[in-house]
């Protein structure tokens, strides 16, 4: 998606956050990665992670559940730490899949969940509303339009999939002139295989993310996804936020990444294991002191 090149409209395509400066993704499993797990994985840090292709398998949009072994793993880490999602899927859809309730569950890539941003809502549903309706009628032209050009709307936000049609790449170039004439307003967040259009000002992951922070009163953050959806997070480049792109990607601005999608495991164990090891650190040092005023 980072080749596409923008038409001449209102349409803010974000393909650009999958643009990197000059850096270089490290594996978080390295020795660098490790320090810095080490250094935000304290009491209090905000776990946060994205469903589609991060804590679940994709498998295709339809039939995607959260594993076993990573819900049993949630639970344990949200025992310990505030655990959240934040995923592009729609609130009522992403509910049905998880069999477990984070601290934070926010939706529609930021659009939904984010306590006291509800006031916008109306104003986002007839936005979406009116781009699905245009869309619907644009798309029943089959002459002009693939059949496999699919519409989700997920209330808040409008996903186009096209990974059933035949030619990728020039159902790419039909679309954004087509949201350039229908959604001249949206913000087009691409995906693998869909379009998201998102009304303007409402708010992104990377958003929700530092105002989740601030409602947990978490001083530090991980935050682990997949795709250019995950890009609003991985772009802040906050020193006290750890970023990490599932599989390698030297497209994206993560800091670290996980060889695979099953590496997911062995990351939540790694997160339990070093909050465990520095909650146990800071309790003896805390008390040193009064064992020293105590004489022993």
Do not use: C, W
């Given at each position: 998606m980072a080749g596409v090149v923008l038409p001449k409209s209102s349409v803010i395509l974000e393909?650009?956050?999958?643009?990197?400066?000059?850096?270089?993704?490290?594996?978080l499993f390295s020795d660098q990665g490790r320090a810095q797990l080490n250094r935000i994985i304290r009491p209090g840090v905000l776990c946060a992670f994205d469903f589609d292709g991060t804590l679940c398998p994709f498998?295709?949009?339809?039939?995607?559940?959260?594993?076993?072994?990573?819900?049993?793993?949630?639970?344990?880490l949200q025992s310990m730490t505030p655990v959240a999602i934040l995923t592009g899927r729609g609130m009522a859809d992403i509910r049905t899949r998880m069999a477990f309730k984070p601290d934070y569950l926010v939706a529609n890539h930021g659009s939904e969940g984010i306590p006291g941003r509800e006031k916008d809502s109306d104003r986002f549903r007839k936005s979406v509303d009116c781009w699905d309706d245009a869309l619907k009628t644009a798309l029943a032209d089959t002459a002009q339009y693939d059949r496999g050009i699919t519409l989700d709307n997920k209330r808040y936000t409008?996903?186009?999939?096209?990974?059933?049609?035949?030619?990728?790449?020039?159902?790419?170039?039909?679309?954004?002139?087509?949201?350039e004439k229908v959604a001249p307003t949206a913000r087009v967040l691409p995906g693998k295989c869909v379009y998201n259009l998102i009304p303007q000002g409402s708010p992104n992951k990377g958003d929700a993310l530092v105002e989740l922070m601030k409602i947990a009163g978490s001083k530090t953050a991980l935050f682990a996804g997949d795709d250019e959806t995950d890009e609003n997070v991985f772009r802040l480049d906050n020193p006290d936020i750890l970023t990490v792109h599932v599989e390698k990607e030297e497209a994206s601005r993560?800091?670290?990444?996980?060889?695979?999608?099953?590496?997911?495991?062995?990351?939540?164990?790694?997160i339990i294991e070093t909050l465990m090891a520095n909650t146990s650190a800071l309790n003896v040092n805390a008390d040193a002191p009064s064992q020293k005023r105590n004489g022993q």
């Open positions: 393909a650009s956050l999958y643009l990197k400066e000059d850096r270089i993704m490290i594996p498998r295709g949009y339809e039939n995607a559940l959260l594993p076993d072994e990573v819900r049993q793993r949630l639970i344990r409008l996903a186009v999939h096209y990974r059933a049609a035949a030619d990728h790449e020039t159902t790419e170039k039909q679309l954004l002139k087509l949201f993560a800091q670290f990444y996980l060889e695979t999608q099953e590496d997911i495991v062995t990351l939540l164990d790694v």
